[in-house]
T-cell receptor
Framework: DQQVKQNSPSLSVQEGRISILNCDYT??????FLWYKKYPAEGPTFLIS?????DKNEDGRFTVFLNKSAKHLSLHIVPSQPGDSAVYFC????????????FGTGTRLQVTL | DAGVIQSPRHEVTEMGQEVTLRCKPI?????LFWYRQTMMRGLELLIY????????DSGMPEDRFSAKMPNASFSTLKIQPSEPRDSAVYFC??????????????FGPGTRLTVL
């Protein structure tokens, strides 16, 4: 009963191109979504987030899009850089509560030269 | 400015042994979370504390797992007895109540546990 799903375990993109990472959720109560980035042998670090009252949030090269009706969000990285190679986790939460983050299983992004 | 500190970074033990994982949250953070990462299930919350009090332990897999937070700067996750299926990376994360609205937790580097 995975409430947050990342159906692509891996993605390979050329440097300079766009990377699109996808995430689906099933629990309509979730109203705050986060992306974390994880390098090997390190803990996840917060990357970008979006509230359900928005459909887009941008931070530099990173943009997150939210489609509430489809219960789908995506992370766009433009342009992709080799340093972006990492595992990306999508997470969902309830605003205003320090409740658990429900994570997806992650997508490994490889940015090639 | 130290982040979340976990020890040990790697632990190899034999089935049946007791394992204790340790975590020091960021100073001033009053929420502490324990997660487990496996290939099959990704990152799962095991338990979290607020002001040293356990709030939700519904993710603790079974009675072999226990967690304590005796003070604001220290928490332990204990597995007794350990089993091979407990092999995973265990993460600790912390959060300040000032950031509860967005729940942007700070993670430690993790402890890689291998049970033989």
């Amino acid at each position: 009963d995975q409430q947050v799903k990342q159906n692509s375990p891996s993605l390979s993109v050329q440097e300079g191109r766009i990377s699109i990472l996808n995430c689906d959720y099933t629990n309509s109560m979730f109203d705050y979504f986060l992306w974390y980035k994880k390098y090997p042998a390190e803990g996840p670090t917060f990357l970008i987030s979006i509230s359900s009252i928005k459909d887009k949030n941008e931070d530099g090269r990173f943009t997150v899009f939210l489609n509430k009706s489809a219960k789908h969000l995506s992370l766009h990285i433009v342009p992709s850089q080799p340093g972006d190679s990492a595992v990306y986790f999508c997470a969902a939460s309830l605003t205003g509560t320090a409740s658990k983050l429900t994570f997806g299983t992650g997508t490994r992004l490889q940015v090639t030269l | 400015d130290a982040g979340v500190i976990q020890s040990p970074r790697h632990e190899v033990t034999e089935m049946g042994q007791e394992v204790t994982l340790r975590c020091k949250p960021i100073s001033g953070h009053d929420y502490l979370f324990w997660y487990r990462q496996t290939m099959m299930r990704g990152l799962e919350l095991l338990i979290y504390f607020n002001n040293n009090v356990p709030i939700d332990d519904s993710g603790m897999p079974e009675d072999r797992f226990s967690a304590k937070m005796p003070n604001a700067s220290f928490s332990t996750l204990k597995i007794q007895p350990s089993e091979p299926r407990d092999s995973a990376v265990y993460f600790c994360a912390s959060l300040t109540s000032g950031e509860v609205l967005y729940n942007e937790q700070f993670f430690g580097p993790g402890t890689r546990l291998t049970v033989l």
